[in-house]
């Protein structure tokens, strides 16, 4: 079964206003968690490490303003898209490792429609 | 040139072939690796793992290393048209903690026909 929660599934905002997505460890504590995003037809491309305790680590064109990472717990954390614009209109998706040496496990996935 | 190289397809396979699935990688370093399989608008959900050069087989996939040249492949007998989906391959040089996200490759879509 599902080892990673995201909610929502799916989510359609208009632009200007912000929102945010949560991703959950359903039976494991996740010090770290991974946040990607998916164009159509593409693989995933990572935006940024989610520390928990501490700041995410941001890939290198992500905009860290506008994509708010909390940690805020060792099984939850949640990206915040701000002030939203249809180019930000993808699939998010979040992934965490359960333990030391074994697989990563992702996230069922948030489609946002920015209208 | 990307470190995961991996062909996007689509490839298209009659139902009861043996499809295989292939990725090749520049890093040397790298050492664990994941085939995961991606339906339309789902997140990826993990089919195989393994560490270092070697087969593992689980049901009707099996999945092969081989350090020496730099290339991984899954193989998937007897193909179902539920096979359909995106399989990515991944990899990573460091699983220890788990504070280090996976190279994936571009991910390769397979079209199993009734």
């Known amino acids: 079964g599902a080892v990673v929660s995201q909610h929502p599934s799916r989510v359609i905002c208009k632009s200007g206003t912000s929102v945010k997505i949560e991703c959950r460890s359903l039976?494991?504590?996740?010090?770290?968690m991974f946040w990607y995003r998916q164009f159509p037809k593409q693989s995933l491309m990572l935006m940024a490490t989610s520390n928990e305790g501490s700041k995410a680590t941001y890939e290198q064109g992500v905009e860290k303003d506008k994509f708010l990472i909390n940690h805020a717990s060792l099984t939850l954390s949640t990206l915040t898209v701000t002030s939203a614009h249809p180019e930000d209109s993808s699939f998010y998706i979040c992934?965490?490792?359960?333990?030391?040496?074994?697989?990563?496990?992702f996230g069922q996935g948030t489609r946002l429609t920015v209208v | 040139q990307k470190e995961v190289e991996q062909d996007p397809g689509p490839l298209s396979v009659p139902e009861g072939a043996i499809v295989s699935l292939n990725c090749t990688y520049s890093?040397?370093?790298?050492?664990?690796f994941m085939w995961y399989r991606q339906y339309s608008r789902k997140g990826p959900e993990l089919l195989m793992y393994t560490y270092s050069s070697g087969n593992k087989e689980d049901g009707r996939f099996t999945a092969q290393v081989d350090k020496s040249s730099k290339y991984i492949s899954l193989f998937i007998r007897d193909s179902q048209p539920s096979d359909s989906a995106t399989y990515l391959c991944a990899m990573n040089d460091y699983m220890d903690t788990g504070r280090r996200a996976l190279t994936f490759g571009s991910g390769t879509r397979l079209q199993v026909q009734p």
């Open positions: 890093n040397s370093a790298f050492q664990y």
């Open positions: 039976d494991f504590q996740a010090t770290t």
């Open positions: 992934s965490a490792q359960r333990q030391v040496n074994t697989e990563a496990f």
